[in-house]
């Protein structure tokens, strides 16, 4: 889980605000500790801390004082937009701009997505000799 190449405390954080936008760390409910995501992640509570500062930073987590951290109201609604914005730098562009290297156009580029996306749906019928 912790392994994908990205610094530790970035993954911690990701992994929370994965609970987040999933829904099973809803809004104004406790986050895990610091020593609580060191101790299921085995990493160093610094570490931790760090990730869980970065979504202190952004507004994500707020912190009760002698309680420990919670979920800010609208979270979840904030972390969908950045998500959303991250995905469409990293996977949209980069299609629009190849797509305008060969000559396609929208309604191809978007033909060709809902083709792909119901060939993905379909069950895999196994491997073929």
Do not use: C, W
Not at 43 to 60: E, R, S
Not at 67 to 72: K, T
Request: hydrophobic share 45%.
């Amino acid at each position: 889980m912790i392994d994908d190449g990205r610094a530790i405390f970035q993954q911690v954080a990701d992994h929370v605000a994965d609970s987040i936008i999933d829904g099973t760390l809803p809004e104004e409910t406790r986050a895990p500790s610091t020593n609580e995501l060191a101790a299921f992640y085995r990493i160093n509570p610094a570490t931790a801390a760090k990730g869980i500062n970065l979504l202190v930073d952004q507004g994500v987590l707020y912190k009760k004082r002698g309680v420990g951290m919670f979920v800010a109201a609208g979270a979840r609604a904030a972390l969908s937009v950045r998500r959303r914005e991250a995905f469409a730098d990293r996977f949209v562009t980069p299609l629009l701009v190849e797509s305008r290297r060969l000559n396609l156009t929208t309604d191809d580029v978007v033909a060709l997505i809902h083709e792909r996306s119901t060939t993905i749906d379909q069950p895999s019928e196994g491997v073929r000799p």
